[in-house]
């Protein structure tokens, strides 16, 4: 299933316009017993292969908050 998710992010996050984008994925689900860490979906979409391209894969949990709002810059 890693492997379907690696072919769609590549064209999405490595068009040419955006050569110098940063891909911030945020990871829902965190809060559960079975959930990837940060470290483990980086191995799994093999981010690291990719073109000169900065990834931040953040855990998060999008019904409590957790892992949204530390990293939301604040206004």
Not at 24 to 42: R, Y
Request: glycine share 8%; with cysteine; aromatic share 10%.
């Amino acid at each position: 299933m890693c492997q379907y998710w690696t072919v769609e992010l590549i064209p999405v996050a490595c068009p040419d316009g955006l050569k110098e984008a940063v891909v911030l994925v945020f990871a829902n689900k965190g809060d559960l017993p079975n959930a990837f860490g940060a470290p483990e979906i980086t191995d799994r979409l093999a981010v690291h292969g990719l073109p000169q391209r900065r990834w931040y894969i953040l855990t998060c949990c999008a019904t409590s908050g957790e892992g949204l709002y530390e990293h939301h810059p604040k206004p």
